[in-house]
Every structure is written in structure tokens, then in C-alpha cells.
């Protein structure tokens, strides 16, 4: 059986990681569609934290029958993988993008020194 203190523990940990992204959406340092990811990671960690029966038979399911909360954790871990793995992939096209960005900005400026050489009068 899940102790009624890891219960209730991670059930205040899952509301304050829900009420921080929410203030961060609000207050716009974190965009709404990176916040889905850490939004169902707080409710799914504060539906497990909660419903203590369900933890257990997932716990169950999962041969971790002797000590149910470690699943909770376990859990945390996955989707805060999942987080990492997703702005992985967020932060490679972004870095591609800027090198694209850079390449281009090069060429523009050799475009106008060109010209601006061209266009000089006396020459």
C-alpha cells in the first residue's frame, strides 16, 4: 500500500509543478505548446499521487508490488525524458534554422558590399 505521506507529498509537488507552468504561460516565458508536455506530465503525477488504489495496481501490473510509490517516480522520470527528448528535437531544427539564417545573412551582406563597390562613384 502506498504510505499515505508519499501520497499526499506528490499530490503538493504535482499541483505546484501544474501552478508554476500555468504562471509561466501567463506571465509568456513559456509558450503554450511546450507547456502541454509538463501540464499532463503534473496531472498525470497528481492523478497517481491521488488515486492511491490505482497506483498500487499499476504497481501490480509492473512487478513493483513491494513499494508502489517507486512507479510514481518512475513515471516522473518517462515524461520528464519525453520533455527532454522533445526540446531536443525543438533545439536541432532551431539550430538548423540558424545556421540557414546565418548563410543567408552572409550572402546578403557580400550582395551589398558588392554593390556598394560597384555603384562607387570615381571608379
Do not use: C
Amino acid at each position: 500500500m502506498t504510505p499515505l505521506r508519499v501520497s499526499i507529498v506528490g499530490a503538493i509537488a504535482s499541483l505546484l509543478l501544474i501552478l508554476v507552468v500555468l504562471e509561466l504561460i501567463r506571465g509568456r516565458r513559456l509558450k503554450e505548446r511546450y507547456a502541454l508536455l509538463w501540464l499532463a506530465t503534473g496531472i498525470v503525477l497528481l492523478v497517481l499521487s491521488v488515486w492511491r488504489d490505482g497506483l498500487n495496481t499499476i504497481a501490480g501490473w509492473l512487478g513493483v508490488s513491494t513499494y508502489p510509490p517507486a512507479v510514481l517516480f518512475a513515471v516522473a522520470t518517462l515524461f520528464i525524458l519525453l520533455v527532454l527528448l522533445h526540446y531536443s528535437t525543438v533545439l536541432s531544427k532551431l539550430t538548423d534554422e540558424n545556421v540557414d539564417l546565418a548563410q543567408r545573412i552572409a550572402l546578403l551582406e557580400e550582395r551589398l558590399r558588392r554593390n556598394a563597390t560597384a555603384t562607387r562613384p570615381g571608379d
